[in-house]
């Protein structure tokens, strides 16, 4: 008889695991990650192991994301409206200073945000950019 939590922590050490279940004929593991997320994760993919394939194998994705969505954006977001329906999918973002809009999960994931704010960032950039032109021009004149 196969030992699989000795398979299982020899492979990640960075999750804690629970127990591994036959259903049909598949086995799974259940584990929990550093967050403290239960996982469910067929054993065969489990292998397999970006971030992605942590998500789908949470079972609470939608908190799960909304965790991982706090880590990447801190304080600059609030998620009253978000709902988790699939990591294309759109869903509602708040954004402190300009309200809400939408953005794919796995946009707003990778770092993207609220539009408004990136165009009142090129703003700035814009008019610094114009003062810096503007101090090269009185120095070579
Ligand atoms: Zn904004």
Redesign the pocket.
């Known amino acids: 008889m196969k030992n699989w939590k000795e398979k299982f922590d020899n492979f990640r050490t960075d999750l804690e695991f629970l127990e591994s279940i036959v259903e049909g004929k598949a086995r799974f593991f259940i584990f929990k990650c550093p967050s403290g997320f239960i996982h469910k994760r067929r054993s065969s993919a489990f292998y397999k192991n970006p971030w992605i394939a942590d998500l789908n194998s949470v079972i609470d994705k939608e908190s799960y994301v909304l965790n991982r969505l706090k880590s990447v954006h801190k304080d600059k977001y609030t998620y009253d409206r978000f709902r988790y329906t699939g990591y294309q999918d759109k869903s509602t973002i708040t ?1 402190r ?2 309200g809400d809009f939408e953005q794919m999960v796995s946009s707003h994931l990778i770092g993207n ?2 539009k ?2 990136l165009t ?1 960032d090129n703003k700035v950039r814009n008019v610094i950019r114009a003062k810096e032109k503007f101090i090269l021009r009185q120095d070579t004149s």
């Open positions: 954004c200073l300009h945000g609220c408004k704010c009142d």
